[in-house]
């Protein structure tokens, strides 16, 4: 982040802004009511880089009459790196200590893309949601470190180009304008598109650097204008991060044209400067948010790890996510120890290497300081995910090299399904026993007794002590053991609407099951596919990611927008099965998920919405109740501690959840689709376990894995049988 300083002198009102900026973005972080927006300090951050970077090259080409690349790049890593390695090495080791061994490979590689300065690029390919409170990285915030650091290879160069001209400030204005318009067009256009790329990328924020460097080609110091005029102006800004705060919230399209809104106030309060009457003068100006502004780049560092690494250490099972509910002062301390870590920071090392004794030296100096402390994230990255992997290598002798449970290997499931044989008949005796007639008082033939088969022994779960041998799927592959419909070209990930054709089970059979649903109906299609291929039935599956079967908007997280695709998808599925007509259509989807109009939240609501679609369908429809969720990521709580699986249990009441059956109830009510609950074998005691069976329940926190979805067949295969007898 540049400083407060161009060659016309101090701008004191600036650092103030700075402070304001580093203000907004940890309060919003630390998960104050009413501060959601405050990440467009973010924002504010990206039009000061440009205004300051911009002014500063400018200023050394008017008094030097060139601008020298090696000398820019050398205070730049100066002033940035070192700080940046120091905190990054020592969020990489707290992480050791803290986070689980299965975690520490995804966030070392996520500590050295920051120590190379793409973070950004990661995070957008990885599709990481800036606003989900789970699965966070610490290193999370280098994201737009990394934007700053791009933005400041590339745009020295290009202002050297645009000034070789006969017309310098003509043509360095008509390519900031260029840059400025086309990264604005290609925002908006890739918000639309792919919600992560436009926020994390520099090609879609270029633009805000950008106007920070328009300002700055005419701007040397405040613009000159009548006290009255500078004080509009300023307050204008003032407003426009206001009403940006109350405006924006993170089921906003973003950045799209809303981020036009918080860059336009940066502008003019950086206009405005310290106009009488002005917030510059009569604020920002002010020594406590200076003060915050002149520490605002190692604040911003320490931070989010301080809050991501401080709230995993915290966490109890009924603690709640958010840092700023439940306990109060839990995020004022956690925010108290960024700010100490972050004066101390300044002073130990930014100050030193700016303006101190370390700041003497020339350009090769500058470069070995550098290289110095990327290769020392490098080395302190690739170690510390050596040892984790390692470490979950040597846990109770599983490796990460073991392959899960196969898909196909159903050998050990008789020992649990009904010993009552494949059959094609819906209407065959059930797999388990059926409660018998009241009896009567007329006098009746003394019946022949019929043996009863027995049912199938349930496999144990497990509470407590150390994870046992055998289990399945290993450790390592347990992330990964998930259903294969996508794999299999058979189930829609974000984009797209069209529902592809795919059939399992037997494709000649005479009766046609279909699946319907998002991810959490995927997560039972290793159960179906087992019931299918017993029975010799048709298994046609019709999901796609994050879609909920219900008749109404939503939102989705990903994309930064309507889901519109979702919305798409549910009517052309409906179009295929009415053309299909199955025997029987079967809807499970996640009970949480986020909705363009508030009150569609309401579970009963959703219900109705659930049920508007279910009267569309023709022929038998069931809903399979949605699963019991755990508040830990199993794998990653087992990996953690091996020795007491206890700590990686859920409560029921929290597994189940308050909205546990309401939306399905409320659709049966409306529709008469029977319900199928299998919640009682995913969480047979209280507390739920995370094993059952010597197999993992989860593969992350909401999500069966394969391998135990499996070992539901014959509990659906019970249900299914009982549905289609009536």
Request: charge should be positive; glycine fraction near 8%.
């Amino acid at each position: 982040m540049a400083q407060s300083r161009m060659g016309s002198g101090f701008r004191p009102e600036i650092e103030g802004l700075r402070g304001i900026a580093i203000l907004l973005v940890v309060v919003c972080h630390a998960g104050f009511a009413g501060f959601d927006a405050g990440f467009i300090g973010v924002d504010v951050f990206f039009v000061l880089s440009g205004f300051l970077i911009t002014g500063l090259l400018i200023d050394e080409r008017e008094r030097t009459g060139r601008i020298e690349l090696g000398g820019f790049y050398a205070r730049r890593a100066k002033r940035i790196l070192p700080a940046a390695a120091v905190v990054l090495v020592a969020t990489l080791v707290a992480a050791l200590a803290i986070f689980s061994p299965l975690d520490m490979a995804r966030i070392a590689q996520d500590g050295l893309a920051a120590g190379l300065s793409v973070a950004n690029m990661r995070f957008a390919i990885e599709s990481t949601d800036y606003f989900a409170a789970a699965d966070t990285s610490p290193m999370l915030h280098y994201w737009s470190l990394s934007i700053e650091e791009q933005f400041y290879l590339l745009w020295p160069a290009l202002l050297i180009i645009a000034m070789r001209g006969r017309r310098p400030r003509t043509s360095l204005a008509f390519t900031a304008g260029t840059v400025l318009i086309g990264s604005l067009i290609l925002c908006v256009v890739v918000t639309t598109i792919d919600g992560s790329w436009a926020y994390f990328s520099l090609p879609t924020r270029a633009w805000q650097l950008a106007a920070g460097g328009i300002l700055a080609l005419g701007v040397r110091g405040p613009v000159r204008m009548p006290a009255a005029i500078g004080a509009a102006v300023g307050w204008a800004g003032g407003v426009l991060l206001v009403a940006s705060m109350a405006a924006i919230t993170p089921t906003t399209a973003y950045p799209d044209i809303a981020a036009t809104a918080p860059s336009a106030g940066a502008l003019a309060l950086i206009a405005a400067g310290r106009a009488p009457g002005s917030p510059g003068a009569l604020l920002l100006a002010r020594t406590p948010l200076r003060w915050l502004g002149r520490i605002s780049y190692s604040l911003y560092l320490w931070h989010w790890p301080v809050l991501v690494l401080g709230a995993s250490v915290l966490a109890t099972a009924d603690a709640p996510s958010s840092l700023a509910t439940g306990k109060p002062l839990r995020p004022f301390v956690l925010i108290a120890i960024s700010v100490v870590l972050a004066a101390v920071t300044w002073r130990l090392i930014e100050e030193p290497f700016r303006a101190g004794r370390l700041s003497h030296g020339g350009r090769r100096r500058a470069f070995a300081l550098a290289s110095a402390a990327i290769l020392s994230v490098a080395v302190t990255s690739t170690a510390l995910s050596s040892a984790a992997q390692s470490e979950v290598v040597t846990i109770a002798g599983y490796s990460t090299t073991d392959a899960a449970l196969d898909p196909e290997d159903v050998s050990d499931l008789d020992e649990i399904w009904a010993p009552d044989g494949p059959t094609s008949d819906p209407t065959s005796t059930p797999a388990y026993p059926t409660v018998s007639p009241k009896p009567t008082t007329s006098a009746s033939p003394t019946p022949t007794p019929q043996a009863t088969p027995k049912p199938p022994a349930q496999p144990k779960p497990l509470l407590k002590g150390a994870i046992p041998a055998g289990l399945r799927p290993t450790l390592g592959a347990a992330r990964d053991d998930e259903d294969r419909l996508i794999h299999d070209g058979c189930a829609l990930a974000i984009g797209g609407s069209e529902p592809p054709d795919c059939v399992y089970g037997d494709k000649k059979g005479d009766l046609t099951v279909a699946l319907v649903g998002d991810s959490h109906a995927m997560n039972w299609f290793p159960a179906f596919e087992r019931v299918a291929i017993r029975r010799h039935w048709r298994l046609v599956p019709f999901t796609k990611y994050s879609c909920v079967f219900v008749d109404m908007r939503i939102w989705s997280d990903y994309l930064k927008r309507e889901y519109s695709e979702c919305e798409a998808w549910r009517e052309l599925v409906v179009g295929r099965l009415r053309r299909l007509k199955p025997d029987l259509v079967v809807i499970s989807s996640n009970k949480w998920f986020p909705t363009i109009v508030d009150r569609d939240g309401a579970p009963k609501r959703q219900g109705a919405a659930l049920a508007s679609l279910i009267e569309r369908i023709p022929g038998r429809v069931a809903i399979l109740v949605d699963t019991p969720r755990s508040d830990q990521d199993v794998p990653a709580c087992l990996a953690q501690h091996p020795r007491e699986i206890q700590r990686c249990t859920t409560p029921k009441g929290v597994a189940l959840g308050w909205r546990h059956r309401i939306r399905e109830a409320e659709a049966r009510r409306i529709s008469g689709a029977p319900l199928i609950d299998l919640s009682a074998r995913i969480c047979p005691t209280d507390p739920c376990p995370p094993i059952i069976g010597r197999r993992i329940v989860y593969r992350d926190h909401h999500h069966l894995t394969a391998t135990f979805a499996a070992t539901l067949a014959p509990d659906l295969d019970a249900a299914i049988r009982k549905v289609l007898a009536g």
